[in-house]
């Protein structure tokens, strides 16, 4: 049978070493780098000057009370004062004025101005008149505009002024008939569109925010293209100026506006409504054939510089007439009176002998009060009187139809047109009363109309034509710098028995 056993152990001795040898690592690291830093600069600036220093002249006033210098005084005394009273009546300095700018010889082009292949239709500048303000649309559009315009600016004092770039570009809902910037705040423009829109615009706005207002279309406003936009200040209670718009349109209504509302955020509210039927005018001033009871359609408008409350207004029948916001209560910002409570008044106090075709364009005279210009598609400008029936002077310019008319800003007796043939004319009356000074045209606008011109007190001129085209003119010193007898020849010109006809 089987059973367990026990043995005895048996040793095996181990082969491994007693004591354990330590050979040196081997890295595969690189060597440690070694770096140093270095200054290349100086710790020592040094400065030197290159100017001159100002050198101040001490004034030393001789102490002598002595008899020698009271002796001279009363010897040459008698000579001296003689020689004053010689200078006091001489004429050898009439007519000299001294010029503290460099003179401008030549009129030319200083900048060609384009954007979009719509026509330039209105062109005006800001308060500051270093900014450029083109309005675009067509001026053959005749059904309503389903089209959008565009108001662009260049600002002409900036060095990076790119020609075909403009520094800012806002859309309208429809084509642009008529601009106005703001006089005071030169960032503000009132812009009259072709749908009867009127849109409150802020270019100092973010790009897309400009617009910061546009009027209702309500049935009491314009329903037809806007022709002529205007700022109107006047005092309210608290002795400060408030601002009004003044528009006028192809639907005969003459209407002012609120800019700002209660809160005084910028806004549009309608102030005052006039409305000009043919019916209440005189037959001898409508011109052309209107319609019993219609609206006349107005073109343009212009206020006089003296009376505040007188206007003139041209029409589409070659009617002028003058306007007086006398009837109506006094502008105010004080007062709100809902639209439909706002009485349709005729403002039409006086007519003027009518051209024979639409009139585009009216200026009052900012050196006379009683003087403006008209300007027709019959091919004449027209010197008037408020007070007078027929025209003071005809200047029949025979280089087709005349679009704008513009008194100068700084010459009491200089003028400029704009005509179909892309030509301005430009009369200065003190040197003839029957040709004109100079016509400038328009290069590469291969005979394009000049729809709008607008002068700035800088001595520059904005031409905008029929195919988007803005041209910036400067003139030269003759055109800028008046005479000495200048505007007294106007005030002569102006006289009740200086009647004439060129």
């Given at each position: 049978?089987?059973?367990?056993?026990?043995?005895?152990?048996?040793?095996?001795?181990?082969?491994?070493?007693?004591?354990?040898?330590?050979?040196?690592?081997?890295?595969?690291?690189?060597?440690?780098?070694?770096?140093?830093?270095?200054?290349?600069?100086?710790?020592?600036?040094?400065?030197?000057?290159?100017?001159?220093?100002?050198?101040?002249?001490?004034?030393?006033?001789?102490?002598?009370?002595?008899?020698?210098?009271?002796?001279?005084?009363?010897?040459?005394?008698?000579?001296?004062?003689?020689?004053?009273?010689?200078?006091?009546?001489?004429?050898?300095?009439?007519?000299?004025?001294?010029?503290?700018?460099?003179?401008?010889?030549?009129?030319?082009?200083?900048?060609?101005?384009?954007?979009?292949?719509?026509?330039?239709?209105?062109?005006?500048?800001?308060?500051?008149?270093?900014?450029?303000?083109?309005?675009?649309?067509?001026?053959?559009?005749?059904?309503?505009?389903?089209?959008?315009?565009?108001?662009?600016?260049?600002?002409?004092?900036?060095?990076?002024?790119?020609?075909?770039?403009?520094?800012?570009?806002?859309?309208?809902?429809?084509?642009?008939?008529?601009?106005?910037?703001?006089?005071?705040?030169?960032?503000?423009?009132?812009?009259?569109?072709?749908?009867?829109?009127?849109?409150l615009i802020d270019m100092a706005?973010?790009?897309?925010?400009?617009?910061?207002?546009?009027?209702?279309?309500?049935?009491?406003?314009?329903?037809?293209?806007?022709?002529?936009?205007?700022?109107?200040?006047?005092?309210?209670?608290?002795?400060?100026?408030?601002?009004?718009?003044?528009?006028?349109?192809?639907?005969?209504?003459?209407?002012?506006?609120?800019?700002?509302?209660?809160?005084?955020?910028?806004?549009?509210?309608?102030?005052?409504?006039?409305?000009?039927?043919?019916?209440?005018?005189?037959?001898?001033?409508?011109?052309?054939?209107?319609?019993?009871?219609?609206?006349?359609?107005?073109?343009?408008?212009?206020?006089?510089?003296?009376?505040?409350?007188t206007f003139i207004v041209g029409?589409?029948?070659?009617?002028?007439?003058?306007?007086?916001?006398?009837?109506?209560?006094?502008?105010?910002?004080?007062?709100?009176?809902?639209?439909?409570?706002?009485?349709?008044?005729?403002?039409?106090?006086?007519?003027?002998?009518?051209?024979?075709?639409?009139?585009?364009?009216?200026?009052?005279?900012?050196?006379?009060?009683?003087?403006?210009?008209?300007?027709?598609?019959?091919?004449?400008?027209?010197?008037?009187?408020?007070?007078?029936?027929?025209?003071?002077?005809?200047?029949?310019?025979?280089?087709?139809?005349?679009?704008?008319?513009?008194?100068?800003?700084?010459?009491?007796?200089?003028?400029?047109?704009?005509?179909?043939?892309?030509?301005?004319?430009?009369?200065?009356?003190?040197?003839?009363?029957?040709?004109?000074?100079?016509?400038?045209?328009?290069?590469?606008?291969?005979?394009?109309?000049?729809?709008?011109?607008?002068?700035?007190?800088?001595?520059?001129?904005?031409?905008?034509?029929?195919?988007?085209?803005?041209?910036?003119?400067?003139?030269?010193?003759?055109?800028?710098?008046?005479?000495?007898?200048?505007?007294?020849?106007?005030?002569?010109?102006?006289?009740?028995?200086?009647?004439?006809?060129?």
């Amino acid at each position: 049978m089987f059973s367990d056993q026990a043995p005895p152990p048996t040793h095996i001795p181990s082969t491994w070493q007693k004591k354990t040898s330590v050979s040196n690592a081997v890295s595969c690291q690189t060597s440690q780098v070694l770096t140093d830093n270095g200054s290349s600069q100086t710790n020592e600036p040094s400065h030197a000057w290159t100017q001159t220093e100002e050198e101040i002249e001490e004034l030393i006033v001789a102490d002598d009370d002595g008899p020698e210098i009271l002796d001279f005084l009363l010897r040459i005394e008698e000579d001296v004062c003689a020689q004053l009273r010689r200078n006091a009546t001489s004429h050898a300095f009439n007519g000299y004025e001294v010029c503290w700018e460099d003179e401008v010889k030549d009129v030319n082009i200083k900048h060609k101005l384009s954007h979009d292949q719509l026509e330039c239709s209105a062109v005006c500048w800001n308060s500051s008149g270093s900014l450029v303000i083109v309005g675009y649309g067509r001026n053959n559009t005749e059904a309503f505009c389903e089209e959008k315009g565009f108001v662009c600016t260049w600002n002409i004092d900036r060095s990076t002024l790119n020609e075909n770039r403009p520094d800012k570009v806002i859309e309208t809902a429809s084509y642009v008939t008529s601009m106005a910037a703001h006089p005071k705040v030169p960032s503000l423009l009132a812009v009259g569109t072709f749908n009867g829109q009127l849109c409150l615009i802020d270019m100092a706005q973010q790009n897309g925010q400009e617009t910061v207002a546009v009027s209702v279309s309500d049935g009491y406003s314009h329903t037809e293209p806007i022709n002529s936009v205007s700022w109107v200040a006047r005092r309210n209670m608290r002795e400060k100026d408030v601002f009004f718009l003044f528009t006028i349109g192809g639907d005969g209504k003459i209407l002012i506006w609120h800019t700002e509302t209660k809160k005084r955020k910028p806004g549009l509210e309608l102030a005052i409504r006039f409305i000009v039927h043919t019916s209440d005018l005189p037959r001898y001033a409508l011109g052309g054939t209107p319609g019993m009871h219609v609206e006349l359609g107005l073109t343009c408008a212009s206020f006089s510089h003296e009376d505040e409350n007188t206007f003139i207004v041209g029409s589409e029948t070659g009617g002028v007439f003058r306007c007086s916001l006398n009837k109506v209560p006094m502008l105010s910002g004080d007062q709100r009176v809902p639209p439909n409570e706002l009485a349709e008044m005729n403002p039409v106090a006086f007519g003027y002998q009518p051209h024979k075709g639409p009139v585009y364009g009216v200026s009052c005279s900012p050196y006379h009060r009683n003087l403006f210009l008209t300007a027709s598609t019959d091919g004449c400008v027209r010197l008037n009187s408020l007070i007078e029936v027929a025209p003071l002077y005809i200047f029949e310019t025979e280089m087709g139809y005349l679009f704008d008319v513009c008194w100068s800003t700084s010459r009491p007796m200089v003028f400029y047109t704009s005509t179909s043939q892309g030509k301005i004319i430009i009369y200065d009356l003190h040197q003839s009363k029957t040709r004109s000074t100079m016509i400038l045209e328009e290069e590469a606008s291969n005979g394009s109309p000049i729809y709008s011109l607008a002068l700035n007190s800088r001595g520059y001129l904005l031409s905008g034509n029929g195919m988007g085209g803005t041209y910036v003119w400067r003139l030269n010193s003759q055109l800028q710098n008046p005479d000495v007898d200048e505007l007294p020849a106007l005030h002569a010109m102006a006289a009740l028995d200086d009647v004439n006809s060129v």
